[in-house]
């Protein structure tokens, strides 16, 4: 094989890992705190305190545990992130962050948050 295909096939490898990183932050931003107050009618500082395990009021003990598992999610989520942006990718696989972003130009690929915010707007 040629160096150049060689090149293509790591920097195609690489766009496949970005898009999976992305569908992961965009999981990970459904469960942030904020989302996770909207979701739950409540305070943003209530969610920090569900995840810590104090007492609350305004929640039942089944949101609760919901919660902390939508925590746990996140955590679990964040954890595999750093590894999954396009420059750690880039370094990775020896292709140019350039190269990924041609290579998910041609797999007609577009971030999910971007897609969001076009359907927030409509």
Not at 4 to 33: F, I, P, T
Not at 36 to 42: D, H, M, N
Request: charged share 35%; proline share 3%; with cysteine.
């Amino acid at each position: 094989m040629s160096r150049d295909h060689l090149n293509k096939m790591r920097a195609r490898q690489a766009a496949k890992d970005y898009m999976h990183g992305a569908d992961l932050r965009a999981q990970s931003e459904e469960l942030s705190d904020k989302l996770l107050a909207a979701k739950f009618a409540c305070h943003v500082s209530t969610i920090k305190k569900v995840r810590e395990h104090m007492p609350v009021a305004v929640l039942d003990d089944e949101d609760q545990v919901l919660i902390r598992q939508c925590a746990a999610e996140k955590a679990r989520i964040d954890q595999q992130l750093p590894k999954l942006s396009k420059s750690y990718l880039s370094r990775h696989y020896q292709v140019s962050p350039e190269a990924i972003d041609i290579e998910l130009d041609l797999a007609g690929w577009e971030d999910p948050r971007i897609q969001r915010k076009k359907r927030r707007a409509a």
